[in-house]
């Protein structure tokens, strides 16, 4: 396993690149969602809004 | 077929339906194609274990690529027939697009530190790159600058139009300029050069990605369409003197 992990003196380098990836794909992932939440909470409330007046 | 699809809430029903299907081969080419980039694919016979930097580096390089050709598509399909789903496209691309370009650029400088011995060098590839990451922040400011939303969707569609002459010089730039970026080795005339054991995770991881992309952009264009809408309800309710 550390033997795998040391990826032969390289594992700073392909962790690194592997964690990045894996933070920025996971962080739009999460951003997209809630904006998209955001945006229809956000719609709902106009929409009763208007529909109260 | 550009009139059926400028119908928001055609492209709504559509794209509903499409997301699950496309998060779930995304997951399932991860799935597969992970452990193979990580464990099962051989090392490199020069690059030993740094090579599996590839499976996220190239990936990442052909989606900033192939979303900016999505971005300039959408923007003339925008810019000529004023289709509105087009340009709710161009903008949700567009920060998928710097994402890939930043990764593409910080995993290839991760990649050329213990293969070229150097962080950055001022190579053909990659400052073309470096450009093309430039351009996405470039549409994402203008964009942002401009407060008539029409006038800013024409601006970012002539610049986004314009940065597409940017995508040859990437593709070709290691074939016209001396590089230290390696020449093209899978999309070539004769055919890819390299070895299938390392081109099969490659695809597999690229197609994951391309999934992935295609998952967010879809997710990112109906958020945009809601915004939309509540713009417009908001300006409907401030024409009656509701106060938001």
Known sequence: MSTWLAMDGYGVFVWASYGLTAGVTGALILLSMLRHAKAKAHLADLQAEIEGL | MWSYFANPDRFDHLARRALPICAGVSFLLFAIGLPWALIFSPPDYQQSESVRIMYVHVPA??????????????????????????????????????????????????????????????????????????????????????????????SAAILAMAGLVNLPII?????????????????????PTIDASQLWPLLIMALAFTFLYLTLTLMRMRTVIVEKRAASLERRLEAQGVNL
């Open chain 2, 61 to 154: 390089a052909w989606l900033a690529m192939f979303a900016y050709a999505g971005l300039g598509a959408s923007s003339f399909v925008y810019f000529v027939w004023r289709h509105n789903v087009a340009d709710v496209a161009a903008q949700a691309i567009a920060p998928l697009g710097a994402a890939f370009a930043f990764l593409c650029l910080v995993t290839g400088s991760l990649w050329g530190k213990p293969m070229w011995g150097a962080w950055w060098v001022w190579d053909a590839r990659l400052t073309s790159m470096l450009v093309l990451f430039l351009l996405y922040l470039g549409y994402m400011a203008l964009r942002g600058a401009i407060e008539d939303e029409k006038l800013a969707a024409r």
């Open chain 2, 171 to 191: 593709k070709f730039s290691v074939d016209w300029w001396n590089s230290l970026h390696q020449a093209a080795s899978v999309f070539r005339f004769d055919g």
